[in-house]
Every structure is written in structure tokens, then in C-alpha cells.
């Protein structure tokens, strides 16, 4: 009997849902979210996938042998400022570490306008307000060791006049308490005793890291978004069982894996960007049955342009991650946005004759001068639309009517303003999007220490293919694939169904050269005993499991920290000198030749396990036949588009992409129709379907 | 003492006086300047060029950043990446450490003027600079300067600074605070070629790294700084290979020009006039008990600005700073208040900017002043009362009203310098970072930003606790914002923090302090707004700490502990701080902005609950009533309260008013309007337009005067005796007729009042024009 593998990706507007079978065939189906109870919106794209696979529910319930979901109701409820009231119980006299929140303002990822024009840089209003955080006597040191024992009776009256507050979730950080957390799990068990239904969370518990103000902000961040995730997810799973499914469900989460819904309740932080990351997930995954190691992913969408890269197979990571410029530790794949999308907004500055895009949006609504939904400032989908690349009568298969004369207008009143014409200017505009979209990845690679001309590129989200071929090309890479078929307009979701089971573990044991082999092995040791207990927990047993360990280090003294596999070196052994090349080789690739100082002591500071299982899915099948011989009705005749190349039109052939068969190629200038998006090829430009049903782009230069 | 303008026969080359660029650089003929550029750009090359220009800066920057990694770049963010044209106009500087950027176009200036003959400046070449008289801020901000040339032409410089860990100098970390001359500190550098074809020049080298007591670190921080000019210099050559050399320039010009008209075209809607603060140094050498008075005056004529310093101290012990400090420091505060929006474009603005100084002050000090805590005293307080100035002179116009901002934390740096054998077995020194925390004064129309960060680094970073403790021996016992440390005011100024702990794991560490501001506040608040805190150490020995650890009863504040109270001194040396001493710093905090009696009592009362106000400030203050014990603001005793207060200081002032009754021009400040009466102008109140009279004098004559010890407006200062011999007091001015607070003053007591506005009659009519 075949088994399926299913991801559910609930958006704001469509609940997307992938099948895939053993076979590795893909279905898909999407239906309407249901805001309110997303859960029905989930169970009704299910059932619509059963029905295109001539199935009843009951049947494809029964057969899933794993259900993969990203949720948003975390982020949705930081974005609304909706989580719980919260409490925290923290360490006498520190009372009020997210409130200097190190000095800064956020500023991680802020323009720089916001950033140094201080009447636009206040801080953001507190997750827990000064009068809700109680400081409790005890302390521990840098060494792990007590100084003051916990005070329980001050403990005790904290937790209860929290309660009296009416806290609806309560969180606790002490210092130190990564390297001995005795004391907060006394709190949370104090707690738990006294209110037995109160949400709690303790630091040690959720991200046991170095550094007390990104680990409270965690902390705290996971008790505002627990009992509202919580209360979903266990919702959702009881109405899961109920129709029949009998596996743990899976949930996406931001390193990249999925975790059990259970903890998924006590970890939501975990959700919190899963959504992006599954596009990354889905990317490495058919990064592999494509046999592209390295890749850059980009998704633009008509708000941002998220940038994820993977290189040798491996997503790449970041360890401190912001939310409305909260800063907190988390491991998450690096996912970094830009405010350039569709529908960036385009501004004149009338003294200085300048032209500048974004990062204003203009939304949804009232979105692009051309949705006639009462937008007046033009955005880069206006320039789109002017330029030819999109056709108002054919966008987004037809379910959104575009005004090309407002486009037109709106653009061409600013192009009188600057003495362009109405093409070079709208050209103009896309070049400026696209040039900051370059810049991005220009700053996650070249910055990384790698050269973009080793990577492909993949191009998702509605606005993405339209721009893909000039940005890429300012990069000098290559290739650019644009998922296609089934996959593109639910890759998320692709994402979440090929998700692998993924725990990561930190420890913090900061350790200076010469290093204490014991030391190094009793870390690992347990680490590796927990990894070991928590995939049990998902059913996974020791066979299936694969471990990757690993060291950030740093020169001691310094700053910058470095992640270091420790994979294949022999901890029982003499591994100090292997582990300092392994060190310096990373370092200086990622900070540059002869950046390394080799004559300073190094120093350990977190290990890391990431203990993963690979679902048992076959792999994506490429088809066997490949055409030459383009089928007559993907040619839709021509068009007159404006090519920035030419400084001209051109008539341009457009084609339905939906028609091209495997192995069919054309060549630019054209502009390929798809169902969400239109993939441009420019003059010099090849396009292609792969044997996988993905366009490939080649820039050929 | 003489202005620079007035001085005759004076050279300023950076030897003996300070380096002061001509209008017209003598450049040797062997050197050829790329001069060619494209004045038609269309808008979308210059859009993406310009962009591009900005991020060869802030990856310049976060170049420095990884390969430096040391905790002053990485925290401190001391550095800064500059991009300047071929003749040293500034085209953009990076959003790190501001200071050090303004410090910059003089040194380019004098390698163009004493380089370009011998030994040259060639394709692969770079200078190494710190010397203060040339241009660097202090010994320690060591500059990179790389030009960059196209096709055998000078086509523009990239330069970087970055403070060093030690540089030599009688002190550890080369801060000297009993340095007599610049003799006893770090070694000094003119611009010398360190980098000649593209490689290190061993012998200069070496010459540069022997006198620090951290070679190591130091070489290490060089190969960032060359990495950074390397990669900037690669970019630009990148853009004029794509875009043609002429474009690329013909863009820096623009982005100059187009500062050049934004700055112009704001000034032309503000009012002719002098604005002028005044502001004390304490204690410029071990043991002394001085108060050194500085004084900054912008006047405003047509479309130029004029800064002078007449009125500052005389150059003394080891307080000072020389004028490319003082004027880099004023530069910061132009480019963040009137610049902003031309991404600190400042090079357009400097073209009309006059700087004239007077040589022999304390922050204009000749050769060989010490100036090495430069940054820490003088230039804080060069650079935060120009934000007062440029803000009051920007208040007159309703649009640029919106960019007020008023003094910050950390106006003066409360130094904790500390040293001894940390919990690993090995020496350390190290110097407290905690005060970066600072704290944003109040604005127009919104508060400050409580521990907000310091405002001339705008992306800077305060240690977490658990760090500073895993390299040092301490315990913190606490850290925290501090209640009624914000300036008030309409808006309140930033709440700043304080930091205390304990030597942990160690015998004892050992100290020094390095301050100012303890006994006078710099954080002065602006158009009726209190100044914010003072800096505060706090020192209390053999005290029962050690007992209430072991009995699980910490502390939140250092009065809760029993011991012996010892008063440090500002600038006081080796002493030694035993486990059972406890050791706390308060960092000033920032000024408040309009009458504290017209904030929104419920704002007031949210301060409150959010321990950002006591119920006493609140009362005596803010005049608001809130009841402590149920916790409820009393809005009708409020509103009593708060009349009360008002009629008491009408009575006082006794006098009979007139109203006046012509047009207003336009408002000076948030409480003072200029209006037109029979022919002169005059100056009113806002509020209830009491005649304060003619523009031509001071309208603080006319206003009720009430005279106050310090503590009235800072009760966290203490008894300022412990420090100085001067009796520093708190001058209030009120409108005579309603009672409304128009301006506060900090002074020594016997000074003559401050005349902190003089508008002039005879551009008034452009300004009614322009409104």
C-alpha cells in the first residue's frame, strides 16, 4: 500500500498542501484559509488532495506516514501583538536586561535612515512591561558555580503575585543559568506546583546560550507566543487523530527540520520564520535530486526579498535572529530580507533629481497603482506592467485585472518630473529593485567568503522570475532555476512535506586551548545521550538517526565566532592541532587570507549536535523523455516589451508555460507565462524545462 | 586670548599649532588629480552609483569588523570607514563611531600638501596617521588613508580609523589620565607611507607597533584596516571600470551638491542669529578641583554658519583636545541634525561651515597639550551643547522642528579603568564599556530613548553581563535604568543605567577613575527641559555584602548595604577594591526638552509605573499627583497642583505685564515667540505673549529669575563639593505673566548670564516670508 508524505503551509490567503508518494510524484491542492480556526482550512486542503488522488480522507489520513506543518500563528500573533501577558522572574538586580536591550535600539537589519535618525529609532514598546518582571536572589558564575542559593521564599512570593497580576505565561532567565540551571528549574517546578495550567518557560530549557539579553528576549518571546501556539497545535492535533491519522505530526521549524508538535507547544519560538525556511528546505532538497550543491535562493514576494543561501548541501546558519527588533538567540537558517518587492514603492526626491525604490511598500492593499485597489504611488510591479513583462489581462492566470493605462500615468508623471521617458524611466525602476537585490546576495556570499559564481540560483514567489535574469547576471551567476510546475506556487509547503526530522542541541562550555579532552568528551557525551532520548521520543530509533557535531570557536579575546564540524576527528585522541587548522581553514575563508592570528590562544565556546532523520522518501524523478519540439500552443504570439538592453522595444514572443514540455528551449527576448508568475528572458537568454519540470535559465555570458 | 581669524603671523601646520587646511591647497605638480566629471547623469545611473558608494562604506566597515574582531570594534564600534574626493571633500562617512570621520578630511588635506612631493603619493600607496595636531581625535584613533588612483590619477581616498588597545604612553590602553604633555602618551604619527606598492613597509612597521604594550592586537587590527581599504579601493576601481571614471566622479560631485543645496536651502528658512551654550569641564588633573567653563556659539549669517569657542578655558592638565577634535565633534552633530536625510552627505554642508576657534583653549590645545581621553572629555563636550545650538537655531522652522534632539547620556564618559590578575591566572587591564549605553535626549515632540546608546555611534553595543564576567574577575550585583534620571521635561530625556559589582574570583582588582560631570550636569535639558543626571560613582568599602550573598539577600542598590561610604575622585589612581568593596558607576543621563509642568499627566503617570519617575519628581517637578498607596493618578489635584505652582510664580514676579499684541514672526523656542511690535521685534511669551523685550537684548531680564542649588534639578548629584570649589546652581527663567518656565540655565554661582539666543532684526522679514 503507498504511503504519502504531506506538507500543509497555511498563508493568509490560500492553505496550500503537497502529497508526495513513494513514487515521488507530487499533487497538490490549495484551498481557502480559514482565519479564525486555521485548522479547517488544513483539513480541507487534505481532503482536497485526497480527492485528487481518488482517495477518501479517511484513506489518506490513514496512510501518511508523516503530516508536516508550518505554522504562523506565532508570528502572527508578534505581528498583531496579540501573545500572552507575561511575567518574568529573573535575577535580583538584573531586572531590566531587555529593556536596555543592550544599549541599542534593535537596529540589527534597520535601514539606516532609522537607524541614525534618532527620532525614528525609539526602541520598541517591551514584550513584558518593568512592573511584571520580578528579580529573585541567587547567582551563579562564570564557572557554573552557586554564589547565592536560590531564595525560594522570595521565589515563591515572585511567582505568586505574578499570578495575582494575572500573568498568562511566565518565563525565567537567570544569569548563568546555560552552565547550571538548577535554579530555574526549581522556579519552573515552583511554579507548575502553584499554577498548574500557568504557561511556563525557563531559559535553560529553550536556548541554553551565552549572553543574558538575547536569551531572556528568547525567553520571553517563547512565553508571549506559547499558550496561543500551544492551544492551536493541540487543537489541530486532537482533530488529526480524530480523523484517523495515527503518526506524531510534524511541524516546521525554523533550523530547518521539523520538530514534534509536542514540542512544538513548549518551543513555539521555533515557528517563528518556519514559513521562509521550508522555502529553503524544499530548495536544498531539490538542490539534491538535482545534484546542485550550492545554491542561492531568493524569494520575492510584494513586500521583501528574502535571501537564503545553501552551499555544499547545507542550508546556511545564523544564531541570533530579531523579530520587531527584538533581538534573541535561536539556531534558524539565515534568511535575510530586504524591503524590495513588487510593491516597493518609488519616490522622487524633486531637489536632488533623484529616483529611489522601496523600502516603503505599498502592501496588499492599497497595493500597485495597477490593482486599482486606490494605490497612487507606482511600485515595481506598475514598472512591470508598463515595461511589458506582465500582461494585464493574463496576471496571475487571470484572477487579477491590471490597469496598464494607470501604470502608465502614475509612472510617466514622475519620468516627466525626472526628463526621462516613460520606458527608461519604468526601466530605471526595475534596475534600482534589482540592484539592491544583487547587493543582498552580494553581502551573503562575497561577505561569507563565497563566490556567487559557484552557486545557482532559485527564483520563487510571485515577483521573483520577473527580475531574476538582471540581478543574477550582476552577480556573474550562471543558472537560474524557477521551480515550476506544481511545486512553484506551493513551495512552502513542498518545503514542509520534505522536511527532515531535525533537533539542535547547543551547549556552552567555554573551554581556552590547551583544551581538556574529558571536558570535550562528557559534552558531546551527553549531548549526544539527549539527541538520542528526544528522537526515541519521535518514534525514530538510533539506526536512522544522523548526527553532525560541532564547536563554535574564536580567538580568545576576540569577538568573532566561527562554527567548526568536529566530524571525523577523533576526540579520544590528540585532536587539538587538527581542530586549530580546521579553525583557521573556516576562518579565513569566511573573513579573508591571513585574517587567522595564529598566535593567539583559541577558545571553545558552544557544541552543537544537529541530530537528524531523513524521511524515508524516494527521490524527485527526472522524466526519461526529453523534446526538442515545442508544442505549437505554447507560442502566444508576440508582444512589445521594453528591453533596458536595447535601450528599445522589441517584439518579444510570449509563451504559456504551462505547455513546454520537457527539454523544449527557447530564447530571449521573451517572456514565459506561468500560473503564478512570468519567468522574463532577456536578449541573449536561454530558457529551458528541465527533465524535473523546472525552468532553467542561462544567462550565456 | 586671540581667534584663530584675528591671529596674525600664525602658522597652522600641524606642528606646533594645529593643521587648519587653506581654501586652496599647495599640491605638488607631480601629483595629477582626476578633476574630469559628467555633469548630465540620468537619475537611475546615479541612483545606483550613489547606492553602491554607501555600501562600499558599510562593507568598509564590517570588513574592519570581522578580520579586527576585538571587542572595541565589535561593541564600541570604534571606527569608521570614510569615502572622500580626490581634493578631501567628504562624499560619505560610515554610521560607526562619528567622530572619527570628521577627523578625517584634514589629514587627506595635509598628505596632499606635505606628501605629494616626498615621497610622493603613488598607485599602492598608504598612510598611517594619528597625530591630534594633523587631525586624529587622539593617539589612539589610528588612521589607514589609501588613495586610489585611475589611469596615473588621483581619483578619490578611502580611509579608515580605529582605536588601538594601546599605542604606548605612561598608562595602560595609552588613556592618560595624569599625562602633563603629549610627551607622557602614546607615540605621535604624522602621516607617514606604511603601505608603498601594494606591501607593508616592515621597517615603518615595526616602528609603529613598538611602543604598544599589545603589538600583537595591534598588528592584528592594522591587517583589518588594510583589508578594509583594500576592498573598498577594488569596489570603486569596479564601478569606474563598469561606469567610466567621469560618471563615478561626476556622482560624487552630485551627492556633494545635492548636500550642498539641502543644507542651503534649510538655512534659508531659519532666522539670522547667535546661539550659544556654555557647559564645565571638573577636574583636568589628579587632585585638582577646577571647573573649566566651554562655550560654543553658532552665529547663523545668510547661508553659512559660523562656530567659535570664544569663552573656553585655557589648555590644562590632561583634559584636552585639539581642533580637528573639536571641530570633527561639531561636524557630528551637523551631519545627524541637518544631514540626515542626504544619508550624512556632510562634504556639501562643510562648504559652508566656518570654524573659528581660539587657539590655546582646552579644546583647541597647542602643541604638546595632552589629549589623549580627548574623546571621553573634551570632544563630548565639543560635540553635545552643538546639538543645542543647531537645535534652537532649527526650532523656527515648523519642519525641521521635528529633528530637535537634545543631549544624550554619557555627555561626559564616567572612565572605569581597571586592572589585576583575572579568574583565569593572567594579567588584564581593561576599561569598563558599559557607559556606550548612554541614553537619547528628549525631542520635540516625543521622549527620549532610555539607554538608548550614545548618539554620536549611533550602532553601538552595551556588553551582556555574563560576557564582561566571563573575561574579568567581577560579579555584577546589579545594572540598571535609573528612576528620575532622565531629564524632565514636556518630553522626557533618556533614563541612563548604573552598573555595580563586586571583585569575584580574584584577591582585588585595581582602579582608576577618569571623569567629569559628576558635579555640574552636561546633559543640560533645552527650552525649559531639567538637565539629566550627572555621572556618579559610588564607593562603599568593607561592607556586609559578602554575608547577604551567603544568606541569599541581594541587593538592588548599593545603599543597601552596610559599609564605609569613600568619595573617589575624578581622576583618582590605584585604588584597590577588596571583594567585600562595592564599586558602582551612574552614567549621565539625557537632557529633557519643554516646561516639565506641561508633560500629559498620564505620561507622567505611566513614568511612574514604569519606574521611570518617582511619586516625588512627579509632585515637585511635574507637578502631578499620583497616590502611591492606591496607585491612581488624582487628576483634579493635579490640575490644582499644577495652577498653584503657576500663580505662586506670578505673585513672585509681581509685576505688571504687557501683553503684547502684533503679529508673531515665528517662534525662537517651544516657550519664546518673536512678534512684531511698533516697528522692533520683541520677545514674548508663547504661551500667554508677555512682553520679554527687544530682540536687541536678553530676554532672560525680563523674566522671572528663580536661582537654585544644583540638587534642585539633579537631587542625584550630591554635595558638588566633594568635587570642585565652584558652587554650580540651577537658574530658572519664567514668563512673569503666566508662570510658564521658559528656559533653565546650569552656571557657577557669580557668572553672568547666558545669552543663549540673539536673533537679529534684519532677516527676520525673510523668515515671515518663508512662513
Known amino acids: ?701 | 586670548m586671540t581667534k584663530m581669524n584675528d591671529l596674525q603671523g600664525v602658522i597652522f601646520d600641524g606642528v606646533n599649532q594645529p593643521y587648519v587646511p587653506p581654501k586652496h591647497l599647495r599640491i605638488s605638480p607631480k601629483l595629477k588629480l582626476h578633476r574630469d566629471a559628467v555633469t548630465d547623469i540620468d537619475p537611475v545611473t546615479f541612483e545606483v552609483i550613489r547606492h553602491n558608494l554607501w555600501n562600499v562604506n558599510e562593507e568598509h566597515g564590517a570588513t574592519i569588523q570581522r578580520i579586527s574582531g576585538s571587542p572595541v570594534a565589535m561593541y564600541a564600534l570604534d571606527l569608521n570607514p570614510s569615502i572622500l574626493t580626490e581634493d578631501a571633500e567628504f562624499v560619505y562617512f560610515g554610521p560607526y563611531m562619528q567622530y572619527m570621520s570628521g577627523v578625517t578630511d584634514t589629514q587627506v588635506k595635509w598628505i596632499l600638501e606635505n606628501r605629494s612631493d616626498n615621497p610622493g603619493i603613488k598607485p599602492g600607496d598608504m598612510f598611517l596617521a594619528n597625530d591630534p595636531w594633523v587631525g586624529a581625535a587622539h593617539q589612539m584613533d589610528v588612521m589607514l588613508i589609501c588613495p586610489v588612483f585611475w589611469e596615473g590619477e588621483l581619483f578619490c581616498w578611502v580611509t579608515n580609523c580605529l582605536h588601538q588597545y594601546d599605542i604606548g604612553g605612561i598608562t595602560p590602553g595609552s588613556f592618560c589620565p595624569s599625562a602633563t604633555s603629549a610627551f607622557d602618551e602614546g607615540i605621535l604619527i604624522p602621516p607617514v607611507k606604511i603601505i608603498e606598492n601594494d606591501e607593508i613597509r616592515r621597517d615603518i612597521e615595526e616602528l609603529y607597533l613598538r611602543s604598544s604594550r599589545k603589538p600583537d592586537m595591534v598588528a592584528l587590527d592594522f591587517r583589518a584596516q588594510l583589508a578594509g581599504n583594500t576592498a573598498a579601493r577594488e569596489r570603486i576601481l569596479q564601478l569606474i571600470r563598469r561606469y567610466g571614471a567621469s560618471v563615478v566622479k561626476g556622482v560624487m560631485r552630485r551627492i556633494l551638491d545635492n548636500g550642498e543645496q539641502m543644507f542651503i536651502d534649510k538655512l534659508s528658512r531659519l532666522p539670522e542669529g547667535t546661539w550659544r551654550d556654555r557647559t564645565y569641564i571638573e577636574c583636568c588633573r589628579p587632585g585638582d578641583r577646577g571647573t573649566y567653563p566651554v562655550v560654543v556659539t553658532l552665529h547663523k549669517r545668510g547661508n553659512t554658519l559660523i562656530f567659535e569657542n570664544e569663552g573656553t578655558a585655557p589648555q590644562q592638565g590632561a583634559m584636552n583636545a585639539t581642533y580637528s577634535g573639536w571641530r570633527g565633534s561639531i561636524m557630528v552633530a551637523i551631519n545627524q541634525l541637518l544631514c540626515w536625510d542626504q544619508y550624512f552627505a556632510v562634504g556639501g554642508a562643510l562648504r559652508h561651515v566656518e570654524f573659528n576657534p581660539t587657539p590655546g583653549t582646552l579644546n583647541c590645545a597647542s602643541f604638546p597639550a595632552s589629549v589623549s581621553t580627548a574623546p571621553t572629555q573634551a570632544m563630548e563636550i565639543s560635540l553635545y551643547p552643538a546639538y543645542n545650538v543647531l537645535s534652537k537655531m532649527m526650532y523656527a522652522d515648523p519642519e525641521m522642528r521635528g529633528d530637535v534632539m537634545c543631549i544624550g547620556g554619557t555627555s561626559q564618559w564616567p572612565t572605569t579603568i581597571f586592572r589585576g590578575i583575572d579568574q583565569w591566572g593572567e594579567r588584564y587591564g581593561y576599561l569598563l564599556i558599559d557607559p556606550i549605553g548612554g541614553a537619547i535626549g528628549a525631542f520635540s515632540g516625543a521622549d527620549g530613548i532610555s539607554t538608548g546608546g550614545q548618539s554620536r555611534t549611533p550602532i553601538c553595543r552595551l556588553p551582556n553581563i555574563e560576557h564582561t564576567e566571563q573575561s574579568f574577575p567581577l560579579l555584577f550585583l546589579y545594572r540598571k535604568e535609573v528612576t528620575d534620571s532622565g531629564g524632565p521635561g514636556k518630553f522626557r530625556g533618556g533614563l541612563s543605567a548604573e552598573s555595580c559589582f563586586i571583585p569575584h574570583n580574584t584577591d582585588r582588582i585595581v582602579q582608576d577613575t577618569l571623569s567629569s560631570g559628576n558635579a555640574v550636569p552636561t546633559s543640560t535639558g533645552m527650552m525649559g527641559g531639567y538637565p539629566g543626571s550627572v555621572n556618579v560613582y559610588r564607593f562603599r568599602r568593607a561592607t556586609d555584602i559578602l554575608k547577604r550573598l551567603k544568606s541569599s539577600d541581594m541587593i538592588e542598590a548599593i545603599a543597601d548595604v552596610k559599609g564605609t561610604d569613600v568619595t573617589l575622585g575624578l581622576r583618582q589612581e590605584n585604588f584597590e577594591q577588596n571583594p567585600d568593596d562595592v564599586y558602582s558607576v551612574i552614567w549621565s543621563a539625557a537632557g529633557g526638552f519643554g516646561d516639565p509642568m506641561e508633560r500629559a499627566p498620564q505620561s507622567v503617570f505611566d513614568d511612574w509605573q514604569n519606574l521611570a519617575v518617582s511619586v516625588e519628581a512627579a509632585r515637585d517637578i511635574y507637578g502631578v499627583a499620583i497616590d502611591a498607596r492606591t496607585g491612581a493618578l488624582d487628576e483634579a489635584a493635579t490640575a490644582k497642583l499644577r495652577a498653584a505652582k503657576r500663580e505662586a510664580r506670578v505673585k513672585k514676579a509681581g509685576r505688571k505685564v504687557s501683553t503684547l499684541k502684533g503679529e508673531l514672526a515665528f517662534l525662537a523656542t517651544e516657550n519664546l515667540g518673536v512678534r512684531r511690535e511698533a516697528g522692533t521685534m520683541h520677545y514674548c511669551c508663547a504661551k500667554c505673549a508677555t512682553d520679554l523685550g527687544a530682540v536687541a537684548g536678553n530676554y532672560k531680564e525680563n523674566c522671572l529669575r528663580e536661582d537654585n542649588t544644583i540638587l534642585h534639578a539633579v537631587p542625584l548629584s550630591g554635595d558638588p563639593q566633594r568635587y570642585i570649589d565652584a558652587h554650580p546652581e540651577f537658574r530658572q527663567f519664567f514668563c512673569p505673566g503666566c508662570g510658564t518656565l521658559i528656559e533653565n540655565e546650569v552656571a557657577l554661582t557669580g557668572e553672568p548670564l547666558l545669552r543663549d539666543l540673539e536673533v537679529t532684526g534684519d532677516a527676520l522679514a525673510a523668515v515671515g516670508r518663508a512662513s
Open chain 1, 1 to 701: 500500500m503507498a504511503s504519502y508524505f504531506v506538507g500543509v503551509d497555511i498563508g493568509g490567503t490560500f492553505t496550500d498542501c503537497v502529497v508526495i508518494d513513494d513514487q515521488g510524484r507530487v499533487t497538490t491542492a490549495k484551498s481557502s484559509s480559514t482565519p479564525g480556526d486555521f485548522a479547517q482550512g488544513m483539513i480541507d486542503a487534505i481532503a482536497y488532495g485526497a480527492q485528487k488522488l481518488g482517495l477518501t480522507p479517511e484513506a489518506l489520513y490513514e496512510r501518511i506516514s508523516i503530516l508536516s506543518h508550518g505554522t504562523t500563528v506565532g508570528t502572527n500573533a508578534i505581528v498583531q501583538k496579540r501573545g500572552a501577558k507575561v511575567g518574568l522572574i529573573t535575577t535580583k538586580g538584573h531586572n531590566d536586561v531587555i529593556h536596555i536591550m543592550r544599549g541599542s535600539r534593535g537596529v540589527t537589519g534597520r535601514d539606516v535612515r532609522q537607524v541614525t535618525h534618532f527620532p525614528e529609532s525609539q526602541k520598541p514598546i517591551p514584550i513584558v512591561p518593568k512592573r511584571l518582571i520580578r528579580g529573585v536572589s541567587e547567582r551563579v558564575d562564570c564557572f557554573g558555580n552557586t554564589v547565592v542559593e536560590l531564595n525560594e521564599t522570595e521565589a515563591r512570593a515572585a511567582i505568586q503575585s505574578l499570578i495575582d497580576e494575572g500573568v498568562e505565561a511566565l518565563a525565567i532567565c537567570f544569569l548563568w543559568s546555560f552552565l547550571n540551571p538548577a535554579h530555574e528549574r526549581r522556579v519552573r517546578d515552583m511554579a507548575r506546583e502553584m499554577a498548574p495550567n500557568l504557561y511556563v518557560t525557563c531559559s535553560a530549557d529553550l536556548v541554553p546560550k551565552w549572553g543574558e539579553y538575547e536569551r531572556t528576549t528568547a525567553t520571553v518571546l517563547n512565553a508571549y507566543i506559547g499558550p496561543i501556539t500551544a492551544g492551536y497545535l493541540s487543537k489541530l492535533d486532537a482533530k488529526l487523530q480524530s480523523l484517523g491519522y495515527r503518526r506524531p505530526l510534524q511541524i516546521t521549524q525554523c533550523g530547518g527540520g521539523t520538530i514534534s508538535v509536542q514540542e512544538a507547544m513548549k518551543a513555539p519560538l521555533l515557528t517563528l520564520d518556519s514559513g521562509p525556511v521550508s522555502g529553503v528546505t524544499g530548495s536544498a532538497y531539490l538542490g539534491r535530486a538535482m545534484k546542485t550543491p550550492n545554491i542561492i535562493t531568493t524569494d520575492m514576494g510584494g513586500t521583501s526579498f528574502d535571501v537564503g543561501i545553501i552551499s555544499g548541501g547545507e542550508p546556511a546558519f545564523s544564531f541570533i535572529s530579531n523579530v520587531n527588533q527584538y533581538e534573541y538567540f535561536i539556531p534558524k537558517v539565515d534568511i535575510q530580507a530586504i524591503g524590495a518587492g513588487g510593491g516597493s514603492l518609488v519616490r522622487v526626491d524633486e531637489k536632488t533629481r533623484s529616483l529611489r525604490v522601496g523600502p516603503e511598500s505599498a502592501g496588499a492593499r492599497p497595493g500597485p497603482v495597477c490593482y486599482s485597489r486606490g494605490g497612487k504611488i507606482p511600485t515595481v510591479t506598475d514598472a512591470d506592467v508598463v515595461l511589458g513583462y506582465l500582461d494585464p489581462d493574463n496576471f496571475a492566470g487571470g484572477r487579477i485585472k491590471l490597469d496598464k493605462p494607470a501604470a502608465e500615468a502614475a509612472i510617466g508623471e514622475i519620468a516627466q518630473r525626472l526628463g526621462m521617458t516613460l520606458h527608461e524611466c519604468a526601466s530605471g525602476i526595475a534596475k534600482i529593485a534589482e540592484f539592491q537585490m544583487a547587493d543582498i546576495i552580494r553581502k551573503m556570499t562575497v561577505g561569507k567568503g563565497f563566490d556567487p559564481r559557484d552557486f545557482v540560483l532559485y527564483a520563487f514567489g510571485g515577483a521573483g522570475p520577473l527580475h531574476a535574469g538582471v540581478f543574477s547576471r550582476e552577480l556573474g551567476v550562471q543558472k537560474v532555476i524557477v521551480p515550476q510546475r506544481e511545486t512553484a506556487s506551493t513551495w512552502c509547503a513542498f518545503g514542509a512535506a520534505s522536511a527532515d526530522v531535525l533537533h539542535i542541541l547547543d551547549r556552552v562550555d567555554i573551554m581556552v586551548t590547551p583544551w581538556n579532552p574529558d571536558r570535550v568528551q562528557s559534552n558531546i557525551a551527553q549531548m549526544v545521550k539527549e539527541a538520542r532520548e528526544r528522537m526515541q521520543q519521535d518514534g525514530i530509533d538510533d539506526k536512522r538517526q544522523l548526527l553532525q557535531l560541532s564547536v563554535d570557536m574564536r580567538h580568545r579575546g576576540q569577538i568573532n565566532e566561527v562554527e567548526v564540524s568536529l566530524d571525523g576527528l577523533d576526540l579520544k585522541g590528540d585532536f587539538e592541532a587538527p581542530l586549530r587548522e580546521r579553525f583557521y581553514a573556516r576562518y579565513e575563508q569566511l573573513y579573508g587570507r591571513g585574517s587567522a592570528f595564529r598566535g593567539a590562544r583559541l577558545e571553545m565556546v558552544t557544541f552543537r549536535v544537529r541530530s537528524s532523520a531523513e524521511t524515508p522518501r524516494p527521490g524527485l524523478k527526472p522524466s526519461d523523455t526529453l523534446s526538442d519540439a515545442l508544442p505549437a500552443a505554447a507560442n502566444r504570439g508576440k508582444r512589445r516589451v521594453y528591453w533596458d538592453e536595447l535601450k528599445d522595444f522589441a517584439d518579444s514572443t510570449i509563451y504559456d508555460g504551462t505547455k513546454f514540455l520537457p527539454g523544449n528551449r527557447i530564447t530571449g527576448p521573451a517572456i514565459v507565462d506561468t500560473p503564478d508568475t512570468s519567468v522574463v528572458v532577456r536578449p541573449g537568454q536561454t530558457l529551458s524545462l528541465d527533465a524535473y519540470g523546472n525552468f532553467e535559465l542561462l544567462l550565456g555570458e
